[in-house]
């Protein structure tokens, strides 16, 4: 059903594609850096990047052409088919690094787990929108949600892809607090939490996953094994200085010293390149477009408009919050991209689908095309 | 609305507008969080970039980690006894690294005069690495001997840049040996390494191009080490801090056995002759020989094959890149009798006391086709149809059983459809049935084709190991194995990571029964008075087996030439199947010789000493002329 009214033309939102636009253009820039000198073989990552980024804002334009309460019966389709293609990939992906994760579609690899992110977000956003428990949410009221989430989960954590599955907790936790629950839930899940993190780390964690979380709280520990790659990035940030050393003369960057340094690092090359100030400034951009999309919660029309707006936000929040700490030293190495500015098209499109949906709340803030409801 | 099927909770007003300003009250505490994580991220950035910023600097000048790559050493090859066959040894390899040198051009010109190499060669390998990033090293010289490995070493103060990298290369303990099976590494290129996984390999790796190395690429490359240098600003190497050994490939233990791989492949070589050799456990489908001649020659494809070796492989006219044992097809000829006998026995067309008459030619519509002896045979029983292959006898079992027929008992026996052997580009072969012709060539199928198929000729094709597979099948009562490779998988700590287990594809129903007829048709071939193949004999065993002639396109203008006379590329192919020992059959031997005209005098010797071999020690296996058991 597609309904086009001209106000909705007029309540388009341009504060947004403005910070959009921004945030991208920077990171082509960047990623023209971190890819330079250009290999001979193959399509550049920063030309790929800017190919994805245009099928993107296609996609965008399809979906603000429908309102976003079509969400609630796209939500279930949408879902199943998000978990045929981890199931795909988990028997049949691409594997890198001994993980499966892609399904290759020829002109990019699929990595349905950055996907599934997306896919939570409506998945809990449509469930919490229809339904506020006084007192907040008892443990009868998750189970639903809570399986919802669980099935993707186990799936991503098989491929296996700590980063992404943990994504899908937080993001879970996220919005379950924010549709409020009561204060025994709170305590279970404190204590589930623990007791979870206990048996992951004798269990579940692979001896590849704790070396990196050892190191990071001792990094003596293992200074040029898993401490390599946090070490190399820090240096890189701090070597920026103020002013940084100047757009493609970053030498941690070009002289190989930074590992993914266009994919996870990318900001490390930021970082040293632009200085202090220059990163600052980035960032102050980044968060800004962020406080914008909590804005557009504040002013959504319905639940429904809140909760998918502030899953959207949460989403790039805590992705860009874990990599960026990540890249400065604080977080252990997980592998979660920073959105928008790290290569990769999965992460880029969903990332964009994400913002096209933040775009669509704003654009049907007010009550159009609601008379024909009761 | 759409969603409210699924909505088992009670369903509430959305525009409740209190209950949704309360909502919206809880994203002020969103954006303070937000703001919580900004600030943090802020003071991280103002402490590492302004607070440490010229510490950071200084690091960046002067205190640099490089990391580099350990290359694993190769997982082994073995032989079915533990033999070595395929191990490593260090080799050392001159690099550059342009990065460390400030006068490349000098610096090759002295190596070149000081090492006595063409300087068009160094400057070759510099420009094969294209754009690579200039502190990644350039191999200029692979395999270097000790004087030039000392020399290098000695002078390294006079040649910045240069290093020695040490990195494991392969053995061949025997040689040529099955190096169809086993193959070869190179170096990756770049369609490879675009395919893999950039953690695990990278440019001027090894891997495995053919064979075994190739499909089991992944259990043999073993995980690379790290290692962690210092070096200054200019990128010169100062000191190795630290590193990570490197995690061995796993070993693989072949079914092959080195000694009786050896005795085909030298018999072969040492009679020029083009052509496979198989053999193999009737009773489990190890596969204990696995022969094409000529031999690939395995040492000029390390280091890389130039480009006349090559080009002179290609243009050889015995293929010797073509694996024969599974790439090659041939007509079967009267090794393919058994499937006619077989077919005609359990259809019910024939029995074993149906006597036919061979007058030395058969007449079908308005064509007269002959029998090889010219002569005829006289009236012959089935037995001796087989011993003495009689065509005429056969072409009449095929027509009362039908192509179709003849083609659904192939299959049973392995033919016309792959074996699933692990080797490359393994051929299915071809069983023809009417329904194929009509689809392949668009023409109904003529009766007179079903008489060529039924002695292995017309339009029937099969590999050397699809027959041996048929004669295992018929010397183990029936039951078509997988043949097999590969004996174990073992790590490097002697975990044992796969295990040989024989492995059934299909097994024959009740007639089965039938065999032991063929079986004795087959025992007459080598130890009867007028078999095919009576100098295969060997004393202390008994042998079942089968000659063959495949039939080469034959232009008419030789038709009337002696055979050693016809030019050899349009001389026939030998066959020669075997098994023995008759009353308990271990061993199934099949041997192709392309080209070499008879079965008995151009197969035969080679099948003889692989049996003499296998049976070395063991003779004689039965007292003299034990009855039969079956």
């Known amino acids: 059903m597609i309904r086009v009214d001209r106000r909705f033309l007029h309540n388009f939102d341009w504060v947004l594609l403005l910070f959009l636009g921004a945030v991208s253009g920077m990171a082509l820039l960047n990623l023209y850096s971190a890819s330079y000198p250009p290999v001979s073989w193959g399509m550049p990552p920063y030309i790929k990047q800017c190919y994805l980024f245009l099928m993107g804002l296609a996609a965008i334009l399809v979906i603000l052409t429908f309102d976003y309460e079509e969400l609630h019966s796209w939500n279930y389709p949408f879902y199943i088919f998000i978990v045929i293609l981890l199931l795909i990939v988990l028997f049949a992906g691409n594997s890198a690094g001994g993980a499966q994760r892609w399904i290759n579609l020829g002109f990019f690899k699929l990595q349905p787990s950055e996907l599934a992110k997306l896919m939570l977000v409506i998945t809990l956003a449509s469930y919490y929108s229809r339904k506020e428990v006084d007192g907040g949410y008892g443990l009868k009221d998750l189970v639903t949600p809570v399986a919802l989430t669980g099935l993707p989960f186990v799936l991503i954590l098989k491929q296996p892809d700590l980063g992404t599955a943990l994504m899908l907790l937080i993001i879970f936790i996220s919005m379950t607090v924010f549709a409020r629950i009561s204060w025994q839930t709170y305590l279970v899940g404190i204590i589930l939490g623990g007791g979870a993190t206990v048996l992951a780390w004798f269990y579940v964690l692979k001896p590849y996953q704790k070396r990196r979380i050892e190191t990071l709280l001792d990094p003596g520990k293992d200074p040029m094994g898993q401490g390599y790659q946090i070490l190399q990035s820090k240096i890189a940030v701090g070597s920026g200085g103020n002013f940084g050393k100047g757009y493609l003369e970053g030498t941690q960057g070009h002289l190989h010293f930074l590992p993914e340094r266009h994919t996870d690092f990318a900001f490390s090359v930021w970082g040293e390149e632009w200085g202090f100030f220059g990163s600052l400034f980035f960032l102050g951009v980044y968060f800004c477009m962020l406080f914008w999309g909590l804005y557009i919660a504040m002013s959504a029309r319905d639940r429904f408009g809140v909760f998918l707006s502030f899953g959207v936000v949460v989403l790039i929040f805590w992705q860009a919050v874990i990599n960026l700490l990540m890249v400065l030293g604080l977080l252990p190495v997980v592998g979660i991209p920073l959105p928008l500015v790290s290569y990769g098209g999965s992460s880029l499109l969903t990332t964009l689908l994400a913002l096209g949906i933040l775009m669509n709340v704003r654009m049907r803030r007010f009550q159009i095309g609601q008379k024909k409801e009761k | ?630």
């Open chain 2, 1 to 630: 609305m759409k969603w409210s099927s699924y909505n088992k909770l009670e369903e509430l007003n959305e525009h409740d507008e209190a209950a949704l300003d309360l909502l919206k009250r809880r994203l002020m505490f969103v954006g303070l969080l937000i703001l919580c994580f900004a600030m943090l991220i802020f003071a991280r950035l103002w402490f590492l970039q302004i607070h440490k910023g010229e510490e950071y600097k200084t690091r960046a000048e002067n205190n640099r980690v490089r990391k580099g790559t350990i290359t694993a050493p190769r997982g082994a090859l073995l032989d079915r006894k533990g033999r070595e066959l395929v191990t490593n040894r260090p080799s050392f390899n001159i690099v550059l690294v342009r990065e460390d040198s400030n006068d490349v051009d000098k610096l090759l010109k002295q190596l070149s005069s000081d090492l006595n190499v063409d300087i068009s060669v160094l400057w070759g390998k510099i420009r094969e690495a294209g754009n690579t990033p200039r502190h990644i090293p350039i191999r200029l010289l692979e395999d270097v001997n000790w004087q030039t490995l000392a020399y290098v070493e000695n002078h390294n103060q006079e040649f910045p840049g240069i290093r020695v990298e040490a990195i494991p290369s392969r053995v061949y303990h025997y040689g040529d040996l099955a190096a169809h099976g086993i193959g070869y590494l190179g170096e990756i290129n770049k369609k490879e390494l675009a395919a893999r996984d950039a953690d695990i390999y990278q440019g001027g790796d090894l891997i495995g191009k053919m064979g075994l190395e190739r499909l089991r690429e992944k259990d043999l490359r073993g995980e690379k080490g790290v290692s962690f240098t210092e070096v200054n600003a200019r990128g010169f190497e100062q000191q190795l801090l630290t590193d990570v050994q490197p995690l061995p490939g796993n070993d693989i233990q072949l079914t092959i056995d080195a000694e009786l791989q050896q005795v085909a492949e030298y018999l072969m070589d040492a009679g020029e002759k083009a052509g496979a050799v198989v053999a193999m456990e009737v009773k489990t489908g190890r596969v204990l020989v696995a022969a094409s001649n000529p031999v690939l020659p395995i040492g000029q494809f390390v280091g890389g094959i130039s480009h006349k070796n090559w080009n002179a492989l290609l243009e050889n006219p015995k293929h010797p890149l073509i694996n024969k044992v599974v790439q090659a097809m041939y007509p079967p000829g009267s090794t393919y009798k058994m499937i006619t006998a077989m077919a005609g026995l359990a259809m019910g067309v024939v029995d074993q006391n149906t006597v036919l008459y061979c007058p030395g030619h058969y007449s079908f519509g308005n064509r007269r086709y002959h029998c090889w002896k010219r002569g005829g045979h006289g009236a012959v029983d089935l037995k001796r149809a087989i011993s003495e292959s009689c065509d005429v006898y056969f072409y009449q079992v095929g027509l009362r059983v039908g192509v179709d027929k003849l083609a659904e008992f192939a299959n049973k026996f392995g033919l016309g459809h792959k074996s699933g052997i692990e080797l490359e580009h393994e051929k299915k072969g071809l069983t023809p049935t009417k329904e194929w012709k009509k689809k392949r060539h668009g023409q109904k199928w003529q009766d007179g084709e079903t008489l060529s198929v039924a002695i292995g000729q017309g339009f029937n094709l099969v590999t050397p190991l699809q027959i041996c597979l048929m004669t295992a099948t018929i010397a183990n009562g029936g039951t078509q194995l997988l043949p097999q490779l590969i004996q174990k998988v073992t790590s490097p700590e002697g975990d044992v990571l796969e295990q040989f287990e024989p492995q059934v594809v299909t097994e024959l129903g009740k007639e089965k029964r039938f065999l032991g007829l063929i079986r004795d048709g087959m025992r007459e071939v080598v130890q009867g008075k007028r078999g095919t193949a009576r100098k295969v004999r060997i004393k202390g065993v008994t042998i079942g087996g089968k000659t063959g002639t495949a039939q080469v396109v034959r232009l008419k203008q030789y038709k009337h030439l002696k055979e050693e006379d016809i030019p050899y590329k349009f001389r026939d192919h030998a066959w020669f199947t075997c098994f023995a020992p008759v009353e308990d059959p271990e061993i199934a031997v099949t041997v192709l010789v392309e080209h070499g005209l008879h079965g008995g005098s151009g197969a035969g010797p080679v099948a003889r000493a692989i049996l003499d071999k296998y049976f070395e020690g063991r003779l004689p296996l039965y007292a003299e002329e034990t009855k039969e058991n079956e």
